[in-house]
């Protein structure tokens, strides 16, 4: 039997190493897996997809093979492309209550045999769509998440990783000024290259090696971040300055960031978060604490990165499973993140680091346009974060192992690879033994 699975196959975002979790532990079902990428990028598309890769046409041809071939659609609804004759799972991630208003997700999810969502709370979201295909909650599967903790082993931290100050608001203003020439058409091809050179000195101005910019501090705090308007950069920012007033002598923060727009090279990148946090931070102090790390790294370095910090901080105001929630703890550190949307299924009810969200439903500023305006979202509690942060900072070695233990022990159990291999299997079997399921649903309307 072969399995054919559509998504984000190659690449480092949640999403990607989620989808290769989720086949990793029903890949010994199958005598063949083909993969399609539907999100292809050739620098960025590093991961390993333990089956071969192939366009949207080799697949259909192998899918056709055999009626009793699976298809794993690992997309939003709106890629979701039933191959006919096979049995067609869908696996969806999604970070608010409302779908976009106008578009036909759910025919697409409708034309599924079955779907998979990778909470409870997504599995109530869909629920209220009153679907016509079965439902069951398979969350991204974990392992490995009895490591004895490590927390705060500097050593282990990569000592070399360049780290970056963002710009500060007159740096920021210089850089924007050398856009403005360049672009201005004004430039003769020495003063194109003049420009250039200006800004690339001071993005070179900025870097650190890691080591070197811990040494004055005797912490960090980690966060993972994007310019999504949904993970939250402004109020991270916002509650670091807080914590930097309130503190006599703050810790680091250092900030794993990227851009949505993946074209985005590390200048533009850094320019990109210091418009961010200098609007967020409104002069305040705090800024001189952070650190940005740009490159792109491998599983053994950010493992490294949570390991040696004094927390992990999730500002989000909606998730669809929470990634950095789970390697945070499988790192040996605690997280301080919210208990909603997805995030309630990895913290127990008496998690002492989960702080408050108040719910907003609206837009937000600049999120993308897939995300409708009627969607709800959970915005951080105004001091929750940094309260937190000094919370953390002062427990003991003691009482972090215990708390890394329940939460441990909590997300074994929720985040079983064995778990989801039994549901997936279950759910492919109701498929093959429901009357027509493989052979009748030919069409996108099944």
Same mark, same amino acid.
């Given at each position: 039997?072969?399995?054919?699975?559509?998504?984000?196959?190659?690449?480092?975002t949640g999403w990607s190493r989620a989808t290769r979790a989720l086949v990793n532990c029903i890949a010994d079902q199958f005598t063949a897996i083909a993969g399609v990428d539907r999100h292809f990028h050739p620098d960025r598309s590093t991961?390993?997809?333990?089956?071969?890769?192939?366009?949207?046409?080799?697949?259909?041809?192998?899918?056709?093979?055999?009626?009793?071939?699976?298809?794993? /659609?690992?997309?939003?609804?709106? *890629?979701?492309?039933?191959?006919?004759?096979?049995?067609?799972?869908?696996?969806?991630?999604?970070?608010?209550?409302?779908?976009?208003?106008?578009?036909?997700?759910?025919e697409r999810i409708n034309s599924l045999d079955h779907l998979l969502v990778p909470s409870p709370w997504q599995g109530e979201v869909v629920k209220n769509l009153e679907l016509r295909? =079965?439902?069951?909650?398979?969350?991204? =599967?974990?392992?490995?998440? *009895?490591?004895?903790?490590?927390?705060?082993?500097?050593?282990?931290?990569? =000592?070399?990783l360049p780290i970056y100050h963002p710009w500060s608001q007159s740096q920021l203003r210089e850089t924007l000024d050398i856009d403005r020439r360049y672009h201005s058409g004004?430039?003769?091809?020495?003063?194109?290259?003049?420009?250039?050179?200006?800004?690339?000195?001071?993005?070179?101005?900025?870097?650190?090696?890691?080591?070197?910019?811990?040494?004055?501090?005797?912490?960090?705090?980690?966060?993972?971040?994007?310019?999504?308007?949904?993970?939250?950069? =402004?109020?991270?920012?916002?509650?670091?300055?807080?914590?930097?007033?309130?503190?006599?002598?703050?810790?680091?923060?250092?900030?794993?960031?990227s851009s949505l727009n993946v074209? /985005?090279?590390?200048?533009?990148?850094?320019?990109?978060?210091?418009?961010?946090?200098?609007?967020?931070?409104?002069?305040?102090?705090?800024?001189? /604490?952070?650190?940005?790390?740009?490159?792109?790294?491998s599983e053994e370095t950010m493992e490294s990165l949570y390991r040696g910090a004094i927390a992990t901080v999730s500002p989000t105001f909606g998730e669809g499973f929470g990634g950095t929630i789970v390697e945070s703890v499988r790192a040996g550190c605690l997280p301080i993140a919210p208990r909603h949307t997805a995030c309630a299924q990895l913290l127990p009810d008496n998690y002492s680091n989960a702080y408050q969200s108040k719910p907003y439903i609206g837009k937000l500023v600049d999120q993308l346009p897939i995300q409708p305006a009627s969607g709800s979202w959970h915005l951080p509690v105004p001091g929750e974060i940094s309260r937190l942060m000094q919370r953390t900072e002062k427990l003991s070695q003691e009482q972090r192992d215990s708390e890394l233990s329940k939460l441990r022990q909590f997300m074994q159990e929720t985040l079983s690879p064995n778990t989801a291999r039994n549901t997936i299997l279950a759910a492919i079997k109701s498929c093959s033994n429901s009357s027509g399921a493989v052979n009748a649903c030919g069409s996108l309307h099944a």
């Open positions: 039997m072969l399995l054919v699975v559509r998504g984000d196959l190659q690449s480092e991961g390993l997809f333990c089956g071969g890769i192939v366009n949207e046409s080799a697949a259909m041809r192998l899918g056709s093979s055999h009626p009793g071939n699976v298809v794993l /659609h690992a997309v939003l609804p709106n *890629d979701i492309v039933r191959y006919a004759g096979n049995i067609n799972l869908g696996w969806w991630f999604w970070e608010t209550d409302a779908l976009p208003a106008t578009s036909d997700w759910i295909v =079965p439902v069951s909650i398979v969350p991204w =599967p974990h392992s490995s998440l *009895d490591l004895a903790s490590a927390y705060n082993n500097k050593a282990s931290v990569t =000592p070399a004004l430039s003769d091809q020495k003063s194109l290259a003049s420009l250039v050179e200006m800004k690339q000195a001071l993005f070179t101005g900025q870097r650190r090696r890691l080591d070197t910019a811990l040494h004055d501090y005797g912490g960090y705090f980690f966060a993972v971040q994007s310019d999504a308007p949904r993970k939250g950069l =402004p109020v991270l920012i916002s509650e670091w300055c807080r914590y930097c007033a309130e503190v006599e002598r703050p810790n680091a923060l250092i900030i794993k960031f074209n /985005h090279g590390a200048e533009t990148a850094l320019q990109r978060f210091s418009e961010i946090a200098c609007g967020a931070s409104r002069g305040a102090i705090g800024l001189e /604490h952070v650190y940005v790390v740009l490159d792109q790294l």
